[in-house]
Each structure stands twice: as structure tokens, then as C-alpha cells.
Nanobody, 123 residues
Framework: QVQLVESGGGLVQAGGSLRLSCAGS????????MGWFRQAPGKEREFVAA????????HYSDSVKGRFTVSTDNTKNTVYMQMNSQNVEDKAVYYC????????????????WGQGTQVTVSS
């Protein structure tokens, strides 16, 4: 089994930065790709970013390319998402997910999900 716990959400002003963390556990954790999704008020859940556990492959939604960066720390079983140049459209609950590949995560499929962490962006 894989267990995921997100942290790092909070309040940030437009143009500022936050770093989200997703800590995973389980014997098969390193077999999964990791992804980030978000759901804003009144909107459907959307894909944000994904990375293979070894870091060789990554994907980003068009809305965050050039602003967000995902990375992994294998020694800590943790995936991060650095969020720079944030704007009010980035306000959402952010969810960490694990899946069989980055391509399946891009398509919206996750086998395991965290509980979410709130990101609020103010002007």
C-alpha cells in the first residue's frame, strides 16, 4: 500500500512562492510516478504536474509551465512542487497522487491520493 501526506500550503501574495511537499510510504512506493492536481472553487479537478520517481520524466500543465517545478528526494520518499510567480488563478486545494506512470497521471488517473493542502493567493 502507498500512503501520501501533503504539506506546505498556505497564504501567499501574487508574485510570491510556496513549496508543497508530498511524503509517501509503503514498500512499493518507488514503483509509482507522482503527480499534483488542484481543484479551485467552482471548478473541476485539474492536472498540474507529474514526475517519474527517478526524475527522468516530468510533465506540466500549460498554465504552470515555467512557473512550477516538481522534484523528488528519494532518501525521504518525498516529492516537491516549487510554485513561483503565483497568481490568483493558482488558489486551490492541491492534491498529491501516485500512479503507474506520468502519462496516466497526465490523463487524470491516480491510484493513491493524499488529503490535500490549501493554497490561497491574494493580490
Amino acid at each position: 500500500q502507498v500512503q501520501l501526506v501533503e504539506s506546505g500550503g498556505g497564504l501567499v501574495q501574487a508574485g510570491g512562492s510556496l513549496r508543497l511537499s508530498c511524503a509517501g510510504s509503503g514498500r512499493t512506493f518507488n514503483r509509482f510516478a507522482m503527480g499534483w492536481f488542484r481543484q479551485a472553487p467552482g471548478k473541476e479537478r485539474e492536472f498540474v504536474a507529474a514526475i517519474s520517481w527517478g526524475g527522468a520524466t516530468s510533465h506540466y500543465s500549460d498554465s504552470v509551465k515555467g512557473r512550477f517545478t516538481v522534484s523528488t528526494d528519494n532518501t525521504k520518499n518525498t516529492v516537491y512542487m516549487q510554485m513561483n510567480s503565483q497568481n490568483v488563478e493558482d488558489k486551490a486545494v492541491y492534491y498529491c497522487a501516485a500512479g503507474p506512470s506520468t502519462s496516466t497521471l497526465v490523463a487524470g488517473k491516480g491510484d493513491y491520493w493524499g488529503q490535500g493542502t490549501q493554497v490561497t493567493v491574494s493580490s
